[in-house]
């Protein structure tokens, strides 16, 4: 998606709300019981930040082969 932006005080707005609505849905994340996060993609510095406020891990680029579920063996 392209945006043309003539005025820097849209840009602005544009960029204030983009960091607005990163900041919702790290909140819902964090709403919803999370305070260990991990992901294979990037996670953004501001976004760190959040997560690190609200007293949560955020781990980026985690290999998908560490993600897998793997039960512990457990003697009985």
């Known amino acids: 998606m392209q945006v043309l932006v003539s005025d820097p005080k849209e840009l602005d707005k544009i960029r204030e709300r983009e960091f607005d609505i990163t900041k919702e ?35 980026r680029r985690v290999p998908k082969e560490d993600l897998r579920y793997q039960p512990l063996s457990v003697p009985v």
Not at 25 to 53: H, P, Q
């Open 25 to 59: 849905r790290i909140e819902k994340i964090l709403a919803a019981g999370a305070n260990v996060i991990l992901t294979t993609k990037g996670i953004d510095d501001m976004s760190l930040k959040y997560f690190v406020e609200a007293g949560a891990i955020a781990c």
